[in-house]
């Protein structure tokens, strides 16, 4: 069965670095999404994407952030200065149609800002 | 943004036992979602339920949606340590974006 995959599976940066987080969506799925879950907490909407551009974002999702479909498979996303508590799993979803769509989410990415 | 409460926080059984966890909220959903995370993974869909006492069953597992669309409930028949992961609620607030509750951490003993 087609999968969301996510690379790296860890990445560890220093506070102030920038990131870049990577996803290769379900091929012929059309609408894309980052959540986010801090240790312990909740899992929280940052950003959805569809047809090349911002659906809607949280208000987590600050200048700091930023996505990316630079090409027909992959769907990035970018911390440009991290902090501290940017810690937490990334993870990204993609799905075929809008609302009430089944949402495949991939394994994540553990960002450790140190 | 509507709230989701989730309960218990943590259960621990052992396996054959049944149990049955809740999604509540103050508002009306528009439909529901209860998803299962196992550590290191991201949630995996497990159903969706959008009318009103709508019942759903998925092998041992059995989901009901509240008469007027404020709560939800997840029923494990003879749990087993297969179904040890973190249970998860969630409303589809938009076209865009899902609101999760906190979750239910199910522990099964072997």
């Known amino acids: 069965e087609p999968e969301v995959t996510q690379t790296p599976s860890h990445q560890v940066t220093q506070m102030g670095q920038e990131v870049i987080l990577r996803c290769v969506p379900i091929s012929n799925h059309l609408y894309f999404y980052w959540y986010r879950q801090i240790l312990g907490q909740k899992v929280e909407f940052l950003v959805s994407f569809y047809n090349n551009e911002i659906s809607e974002k949280s208000e987590i999702f600050d200048d700091q952030f930023s996505v990316e479909r630079p090409d027909g498979s992959n769907f990035t996303l970018k911390i440009r200065s991290t902090k501290l508590e940017d810690s937490a799993m990334y993870f990204c979803a993609s799905r075929k149609k809008t609302y009430n769509s089944p949402l495949h989410f991939g394994n994540g990415t553990r960002l450790t800002v140190t | 943004t509507q709230l989701l409460e989730q309960s218990p926080q943590f259960l621990s059984i052992q396996e054959g036992e049944n149990l049955t966890v809740y999604c509540n909220s103050s508002?009306?959903?528009?439909?529901l979602q209860w998803y299962r995370q196992e550590p290191g993974e991201g949630p995996v869909l497990l159903v969706t339920?959008?009318?009103?006492?709508e019942v759903k069953k998925l092998k041992r597992l059995t989901f009901q949606f509240g008469d007027a669309r404020k709560d939800s409930s997840l029923h494990i028949t003879a749990a087993q340590p297969g179904d040890t992961g973190l249970y998860l609620c969630?409303?589809?607030?938009?076209?865009?974006?899902?609101?999760f509750g906190e979750g239910t951490q199910l522990t099964v003993n072997p």
């Open positions: 339920v959008v009318t009103g006492g």
């Open positions: 969630a409303e589809e607030t938009s076209g865009s974006r899902l609101t």
């Open positions: 508002s009306v959903f528009s439909s």
